[in-house]
Nanobody
Framework: QVQLVESGGGLVQAGGSLRLSCAAS????????TGWFRQAPGNERELVAR???????DYADSAKGRFTISRDNAKNTVFLQMDSLKPEDTAVYFC???????????WGQGTQVTVSS
């Protein structure tokens, strides 16, 4: 079992920045990757960025060059630094972890990010 708690969402103007945090607890040694997903009203949940335990990073095309995923291993925390935010980035952002050995996903509760134009 892995528990994930997000923080850092909020309201920001276009062009601004936010940093999301995801603190993991429990059986964190089972985590294959920790990632950020988002879901806007009427849209499917989509991957924004993910960071594998071995260091590999994947970004969605919409996030490349603007968002940076990183982690603090000592604190079992993963961050998503979001710069140059656009109104289309408005969504609920979820932290998620894929767990070994079966690939089950553990999800946080979500945090709202709203970018005003």
């Amino acid at each position: 079992q892995v528990q994930l708690v997000e923080s850092g969402g909020g309201l920001v103007q276009a062009g601004g920045s936010l940093r999301l945090s995801c603190a993991a607890s429990g059986s964190t040694f089972t985590i294959n990757y920790t990632g950020w997903f988002r879901q806007a009203p009427g849209n499917e949940r989509e991957l924004v960025a993910r960071l594998f335990s071995g260091g590999r990073i994947d970004y969605a095309d919409s996030a490349k060059g603007r968002f940076t995923i990183s982690r603090d291993n000592a604190k079992n925390t993963v961050f998503l630094q979001m710069d140059s935010l656009k109104p289309e980035d408005t969504a609920v952002y979820f932290c998620a972890a894929e767990l070994t050995p079966w690939g089950r996903m553990s999800w946080g509760q979500g945090t709202q990010v709203t970018v005003s134009s």
